[in-house]
């Protein structure tokens, strides 16, 4: 998918790059030979190699630590952009600098009436910690009627295509790589949010995704990620006095959504939840050991409450 993908949407980003931004590939091991054939098509492309393929987050964990700017822009591969798509979120970032990183709309590329799952219309949790976007909740979708044309703060922004400070983002650690392709978006924003800094969503800017690419909707390996790491999540970004109450909870629920599973005859999924608590708990020391660094992201948020400009 990754060439076909670099061969229908690549001239048009770098027909809008017009002097806006610089397009960098991170070629994260690939096994194909897409390099071979961006050096061909597209020699204004500058590639970042990396010899070892270890998932999406450690991707742009390695690769951004040899491009300097000032913002970057995680795109994916899968991300078809629009005419005039840059500029309005270049703006927010520049007039506001107290939003740590922001989205576009998020449509779904196969049928662009409608938004997408992975970011929609701006990211959201509710109080039990369960993801939902304007545009979309759990697997209903929303046509885009322009409801969600605003601009506004969310709590976490979509990772394929999210424009961060370079700076904020190196300083807080970046994705975190053991989330490997899921949810590592939500959990630096957290850790953005607790660092002080807004997220925002900017309704005049589009763009289109085609999905599933990196892991599979409604696969074993999703369905893994989809419930481990919202427990690392939570373990990792919650205040203590909420945790005690809130992960219990969970892992009460996620006990009731595998037992439905085992009802409707789906042994694979109950096989897939019982693997994903397994690992959260085999890795809690080494999460409660990043937990610890919350403390000093509110320490950060502390030394920078006086100096922030709230125009938003």
Known sequence: MAKCCISNFFPMLLQEAQNQYQVFLIDNASTDDTAKYIKEHFPEVEIVQLKVNKGFSNGYYEGL????SKYYVLLSADFEITEGWFAPLFQL????????????KIKYFKDKSKFEYAGAGGGFI??????????????????????????????????GCMFVRADVYHHLGGLDKDLYAHMEEVDLCWKMKNA???????????????GGSVISYGSPQKIFY?????????LKNLPTNKLIYILPFRLILDGVSGMRSLLKG??????????AHWSFFIHFKNVVSKKGKRQKYLLLKEMRMESILRVF
Request: net charge negative; aromatic share 14%.
């Open 65 to 68: 630590k040899q491009i300097q």
């Open 226 to 234: 989809n419930y481990r790491n919202s427990l690392v999540l939570l």
């Open 93 to 104: 970032m520049e007039v506001n600098d107290d939003i740590a990183a922001c989205q576009p």
């Open 126 to 159: 509710d109080k039990w910690g369960y993801l939902f976007c304007r545009g979309r909740i759990f697997f209903d979708i929303e046509e885009d009627s322009h409801q969600y044309d605003n601009q506004i703060e969310v709590f976490w922004a979509g990772g």
């Open 266 to 275: 789906n042994l694979v999924e109950v096989m897939t939840i019982i693997k």
């Open 196 to 210: 002080g800094y807004r997220i925002a969503y900017c309704g005049s800017s589009t763009v289109y995704h085609i």
